[in-house]
């Protein structure tokens, strides 16, 4: 059994990505997605690592 967070467009199927399947979504926040970046971009916290892959310069 796994877990993902994704985007409105894949979770609706966007892409092909049909096992995203409104029954198999346990939790909507209702939020943009857009709007989540805003906020914790204005939040000032510290974003972190991920494997590597992201550099703050």
Do not use: C, H, W
Request: no cysteine; proline share 2%.
């Amino acid at each position: 059994m796994y877990s993902d967070a994704t985007n409105n467009f894949t979770a609706a199927g966007g892409d092909g990505f049909d096992m995203f399947s409104v029954e198999n979504i346990e939790f909507d926040s209702g939020e943009l997605l857009s709007t989540i970046l805003i906020n914790a971009l204005q939040s000032g916290q510290d974003i972190p690592d991920v494997e590597g892959r992201i550099q703050v310069k």
